[in-house]
Each structure stands twice: as structure tokens, then as C-alpha cells.
């Protein structure tokens, strides 16, 4: 099993890396590779990372397999910002599972389970009587991975990559 921890400093490259290789995988066919390069480098760089690890509201887990970052979580308390997230979640306060993502070598083999565990305990430990979360509705395997972790689809929102807005939905549970 991984080892989760929370993500530092010395981590940064990797994180980086990791989030650059494993982001375009969540993404719809339809998606252009400008697209996917645009939100890598505004929201995905060593910079935004930083930026990330030093936000109070923010959590951000790691999952290291034989010493490498196999996979991450990132974890946002609040109240979504988000008009239709905020009229679709039922459950407050909340935290939002921003970000889920495994490396591909590591698909299979209990890497998001753990890393799900993790942050739903992170949430937990910040007082949030539910989580909620945004997946593109054309990744299936993403969805049934989420509803085996206890989430249900409870709405609808749109969510920017490139200049295409993709339509997700949300998913959310009762910790």
C-alpha cells in the first residue's frame, strides 16, 4: 500500500509532474492538446503548487510508491464559489475534492483508494460534515470510482479548459 502524507516543499517538481502527466487523462477526447497545455501551466506548474501548499483552506496529500509521488489530492474548505455547485451540495459545512489524480503506472492498484481515505479524513479533520466534487461527464471510469467511495451525482456545473467549457458533474458525500 502507498504511503499518504501530506505534500511539501521538496515536492514541488514532481507534484508538478505529476499533475502535467495525469491532468490530460481526465480530459474528453474532444479536448485539444492547447487546451490541456493552457490549464497545465495556470493551474498545475511548481508555482501554483507553492501557492497551494501555503493556502490555510487547502490540503494537499501525496501518495509515494517505493519512494515517487504515485499519485495527489488536493482538498478546498469552503463554501463553493460556484453558483451551481453551491444550489446542488446539500451537506455543509464542506470541503470540495478538488483534484484526485493517479499516476498511470500506478492505476489498479489501491493508490486512489488510499488517497481517497486520506482526504475524506483530511476534510473530516477540518469539521466538514460533507465533500464535494466535479468530473467531467464523459469520464465513466472516474464516476464509478467515485460512487463506490459513497458519492452521489446531486447536480450539474461547467468547468473551464482552454476557452471550452466542459460540462461536469457533481458528486457529493456525507463524511
Not at 22 to 48: G, M, V
Not at 64 to 70: F, T
Not at 117 to 137: C, F, H, I, K, Y
Request: charged fraction near 20%; glycine fraction near 10%.
Amino acid at each position: 500500500m502507498p504511503n499518504v502524507r501530506p505534500a511539501r516543499a521538496s515536492d514541488l517538481p514532481e507534484l508538478a509532474r505529476v499533475a502535467a502527466l495525469t491532468f490530460p487523462l481526465a480530459c474528453p477526447p474532444h479536448t485539444t492538446d492547447e487546451a490541456k497545455a493552457d490549464f497545465i501551466a495556470t493551474h498545475l506548474t511548481e508555482a501554483h503548487f507553492a501557492g497551494y501548499l501555503a493556502d490555510s483552506a487547502r490540503d494537499v496529500l501525496v501518495a509515494e510508491v517505493a519512494g515517487e509521488i504515485a499519485g495527489y489530492v488536493m482538498n478546498v474548505e469552503g463554501e463553493p464559489a460556484d453558483a451551481d455547485v453551491a444550489a446542488a451540495i446539500r451537506i455543509r459545512p464542506t470541503v470540495e475534492l478538488s483534484k484526485c489524480y493517479v499516476h498511470p503506472g500506478h492505476h489498479g492498484a489501491g493508490v486512489a483508494g488510499s488517497l481517497m481515505a486520506a482526504a475524506l479524513e483530511a476534510a473530516g479533520a477540518r469539521g466538514a460534515s460533507g465533500v464535494w466534487l466535479g468530473v467531467n461527464q464523459e469520464n465513466g471510469r472516474a464516476q464509478a470510482f467515485y460512487t463506490k467511495h459513497g458519492f452521489e451525482r446531486v447536480g450539474v456545473k461547467r468547468f473551464l479548459v482552454g476557452e471550452r467549457y466542459e460540462d461536469d458533474y457533481v458528486y457529493e458525500r456525507a463524511l
